[in-house]
């Protein structure tokens, strides 16, 4: 699915030739459509489509569907790349782009979800805080065995604000740095910042992690971080 016709069908000419069956989509809605008669296999997603954008799309495939998703595209922001893995994307592929390597991650996805793409195992960025542990990295948070059930944007300010332990940050540098000024508007900040605390706090009105610093926005309580982050396999 590719916002440039043109280009989106390139990508279905060579994936023909390379023996995959292909259903080119100009936007979500007409995926969604196709997808209905035609199950997919794995999704080539552009984040900037007409109508419901990329992440949108995701979201709501996600809920239906565990077929393997490589996002395309040419924002290549660490916000963007966290946002869409976050989402359930399973790749993130930055234009300007290899035929043969986009290929190669297909083949990849295509063997299995958890395969790695080299012989390299791949490495996990943890932080742990409370009962919590956060793979900053995918991103994942976890409760016990739970995951804990986060929105996109809402775990991206959380990352964002744990890697940055004991860092405060404006609302507006908030809306910047990690939603690139795409998203809501800077009012929104508060709004995500307290959703987070209602799902990690013990009090939201009285909270450990996420901390209101006077004058100056939000930042992570450096305290509440067991240790880390700790990397491994």
Same mark, same amino acid.
């Given at each position: 699915?590719?916002?440039?016709?043109?280009?989106?069908?390139?990508?279905?000419?060579?994936?023909?030739?390379?023996?995959?069956?292909?259903?080119?989509?100009?936007?979500?809605?007409?995926?969604?459509?196709?997808?209905?008669?035609?199950?997919?296999?794995?999704?080539?997603?552009?984040?900037?489509?007409p109508g419901l954008d990329g992440f949108e799309y995701l979201s709501a495939l996600r809920s239906r569907?565990?077929?393997?998703?490589?996002?395309?595209s040419a924002r290549s922001t660490d916000e963007d790349m966290v946002l869409g893995l976050g989402i359930? /994307?399973?790749?993130?592929?930055?234009?300007?782009?290899?035929?043969?390597?986009?290929?190669?991650?297909?083949? /990849?996805?295509?063997?299995?979800?958890?395969?790695?793409?080299?012989?390299?195992?791949?490495?996990?960025?943890?932080?742990?805080?409370?009962?919590?542990?956060?793979?900053?990295?995918?991103?994942?948070?976890?409760?016990?065995?739970?995951?804990?059930?986060?929105?996109?944007?809402?775990?991206? /300010?959380?990352?964002?604000?744990?890697?940055? /332990?004991?860092?405060?940050?404006?609302?507006?540098?908030?809306?910047?740095?990690?939603?690139?000024?795409?998203?809501?508007?800077?009012?929104?900040?508060?709004?995500?910042?307290?959703?987070?605390?209602?799902?990690?706090?013990?009090?939201?009105?009285?909270?450990?992690?996420?901390?209101?610093?006077?004058?100056?926005?939000?930042?992570?309580?450096?305290?509440?971080?067991?240790k880390g982050p700790e990397t491994g396999e």
């Amino acid at each position: 699915m590719e916002d440039e016709r043109d280009v989106a069908n390139l990508i279905g000419v060579y994936l023909r030739r390379e023996g995959f069956e292909t259903r080119v989509c100009g936007s979500a809605e007409e995926a969604i459509e196709a997808e209905a008669g035609f199950p997919f296999d794995l999704v080539v997603l552009d984040i900037n489509l007409p109508g419901l954008d990329g992440f949108e799309y995701l979201s709501a495939l996600r809920s239906r569907s565990k077929a393997p998703v490589i996002i395309l595209s040419a924002r290549s922001t660490d916000e963007d790349m966290v946002l869409g893995l976050g989402i359930g /994307a399973d790749d993130y592929v930055v234009k300007p782009f290899s035929f043969k390597v986009l290929t190669a991650r297909i083949r /990849a996805r295509l063997r299995g979800p958890h395969e790695p793409l080299s012989g390299a195992s791949r490495k996990r960025e943890v932080y742990r805080f409370g009962e919590y542990l956060l793979e900053a990295d995918v991103p994942l948070l976890e409760k016990g065995d739970e995951r804990v059930d986060l929105a996109p944007r809402e775990i991206a /300010a959380l990352v964002f604000l744990v890697r940055n /332990a004991g860092k405060s940050f404006s609302a507006k540098e908030l809306y910047d740095r990690v939603w690139g000024n795409r998203y809501g508007s800077v009012t929104t900040v508060a709004v995500h910042i307290q959703r987070i605390r209602r799902k990690i706090e013990a009090d939201p009105a009285e909270p450990c992690f996420i901390e209101t610093v006077s004058g100056s926005g939000y930042r992570f309580n450096p305290k509440a971080l067991r240790k880390g982050p700790e990397t491994g396999e």
